[in-house]
């Protein structure tokens, strides 16, 4: 009796041989995804208190999870393939569970390789001990669009429940040019003061947060060192640097150079 013994043979290997492609497909897509979720780990990320800035932060990180062992809020985790955060690196999500700013700092003390480091929580009135206040995990922003007291509607939920009530959130209120009886009462963020802990972000009442932490870096712009405000304590420490170092004439000089180079552009022909 003839049979179709090579046929099946080659129908087996054919199957075995597609098995072992689509393994190899999956297994190539979990790496290089791995890896592209690795090579965008972005600005948008929060980090525990005291942590470096992100490159810095993600070259001292050795993903030990000690951070997440020692918060007693498991606000921490360790992000897994998928997340924004490179893997293994901690973070945490606000609207689930946000930094309760303890006092005692426990996260940023486990951290062995100061990727966590106390001494960014150090203030020049008490240079030795660290405070949870000078945290700068993000910064709240508040969505206008959506937020409910933009909407006339009285809410002032993320102010109550900011640890740093009046500072880091006041409420600033404005009259309603649309009836001239009532008042807005809006969250204003202080950025300076906001830690980016996230707890006005649990707290907010819309069904998508109307106020979100983000990292500074999302947010926070650089004026650079050309412009100069009288407003700006920091402009007028340049400034005056600036003049003891004896650099104002060339100062003066090169913007005369600047005009001067204009005046000829603007010359008629």
């Not at 098995?19 to 972005?42: D, P, R, S, Y």
């Not at 001292?60 to 393939?81: D, F, M, R, T």
């Not at 008490?126 to 700068?136: F, T």
Request: charged share 25%.
């Amino acid at each position: 009796m003839k049979t179709d013994k090579p046929r099946m043979e080659s129908r087996r290997t054919a199957f075995v041989n597609l098995v072992k492609g689509a393994g190899f497909l999956t297994m190539g897509g979990l790496f290089w995804g791995n890896l592209l979720n690795e090579a965008k780990a972005t600005r948008g990320i929060l980090r525990p208190p005291g942590a470096l800035p992100e490159a810095k932060f993600l070259s001292a990180c050795i993903k030990c999870g000690a951070c997440v062992e020692a918060c007693p809020y498991h606000s921490l985790k360790l992000a897994v393939p998928g997340n924004e955060a490179q893997n293994g690196t901690p973070y945490f999500t606000p609207r689930e569970i946000p930094c309760y700013m303890c006092p005692d700092i426990p996260c940023t003390v486990a951290c062995p390789t100061d990727a966590l480091d106390l001494k960014l929580l150090l203030s020049e009135a008490n240079p030795s001990k660290p405070d949870i206040n000078l945290a700068q995990m993000g910064v709240a922003y508040v969505d206008s669009e959506n937020c409910l007291a933009h909407k006339g509607i009285r809410c002032d939920a993320c102010y109550r429940a900011c640890p740093l009530m009046g500072k880091a959130i006041s409420i600033k209120n404005e009259n309603n040019p649309e009836t001239g009886k009532h008042a807005f009462f809006y969250p204003e963020i202080h950025k300076d003061v906001c830690t980016g802990c996230g707890v006005c972000e649990r707290a907010c009442i819309t069904e998508l947060p109307s106020i979100i932490v983000v990292s500074h870096e999302a947010v926070t712009g650089s004026t650079g060192d050309f412009y100069l405000s009288t407003k700006d304590k920091e402009s007028k420490v340049k400034s005056e640097n600036a003049n003891k170092n004896g650099d104002k004439a060339e100062t003066e000089q090169k913007t005369l150079d600047y005009l001067n180079d204009l005046e000829g552009l603007t010359d008629d022909e």
